[in-house]
């Protein structure tokens, strides 16, 4: 398994401000995901944040949106632009775990963010 | 397309009753793997299990057991003698590297 850290936990920020969300693995990854979950719903994947190269966005999400950075293969950011109430979410970091027959996708713990 | 069909909202079991989870989903892969996850109230997801599309062997642990059938595109999931603890949302999951999930089934268990 893999160990999954993000910062911040949670967050209230004013519309218009932007927010960069931190995720941690402790062990190198090929593959991290950005996911949103908006309130009361389930998990929309925003991107793939790819090492070395651009994110890969899924329809509906822009990288002037939500720019995400993959410096290495333990860390991503993603950053929440111009914020407006319906981004109020929480946003989980997954990574992919590879391994002979064995493949499994784990969870950080999440940023929930509130925009007001 | 991708899809996965939780038609279950909400369950309400009262405490060591049994309770069946639905999942059906939809894919034209030939490969890919099936997934279930738990959402406590504190938010985190919690990896259950995770199935190969081509090992159709039911799998329990402890409590849980889950039953795929390719046949009817299901991979439902079963906790036997719920408790309490066991109240959360849970997510079944499609997909290799991009994971679509389907939109949770609440389980309530009451003491």
């Known amino acids: 398994s893999a160990v999954i850290s993000q910062k911040p936990s949670r967050d209230i920020c004013q519309r218009g401000t932007s927010l960069t969300i931190q995720c941690q693995v402790d062990?190198?990854?090929?593959?991290m995901f950005w996911y949103r979950q908006q309130p009361g719903q389930s998990l929309t994947l925003i991107a793939t944040?790819?090492?070395?190269?651009?994110?890969?966005?899924e329809s509906g999400f822009v990288i002037d949106k939500f720019p995400i950075s993959r410096p290495n293969l333990t860390f991503s950011t993603l950053t929440v632009s111009n914020m407006s109430p319906e981004d109020s979410s929480i946003y989980l970091c997954?990574?992919?775990?590879?391994?002979?027959?064995?493949?499994?996708?784990?969870f950080g713990p999440g940023t929930r963010l509130t925009v007001t | 397309a991708q899809k996965v069909t939780q038609a279950q909202t909400e369950i309400s079991v009262v405490e060591k009753e049994d309770v069946t989870l639905d999942c059906v989903y939809e894919?034209?892969?030939?490969?890919?793997?099936l997934f279930w996850y738990k959402q406590p109230p504190s938010g985190e997801l919690v990896f259950l299990i995770r199935?190969?599309?081509?090992?159709?062997q039911n799998e329990i642990s402890g409590r849980y057991s889950w039953n795929f059938q390719k046949s009817t595109s299901s991979f439902n999931f079963t906790i036997t003698a719920s408790q309490v603890v066991d109240s959360a949302v849970y997510f079944c999951?499609?997909?290799?590297?991009?994971?679509?999930f389907g939109t949770g089934t609440r389980l309530q268990v009451f003491p």
């Open positions: 997954s990574v992919e775990m590879v391994g002979g027959y064995s493949y499994e996708q784990y």
């Open positions: 062990s190198q990854v090929t593959m």
């Open positions: 944040a790819n090492q070395g190269s651009e994110a890969t966005y």
């Open positions: 894919t034209r892969d030939t490969t890919y793997y």
């Open positions: 199935r190969n599309s081509f090992d159709e």
């Open positions: 999951a499609l997909g290799t590297d991009k994971l679509i």
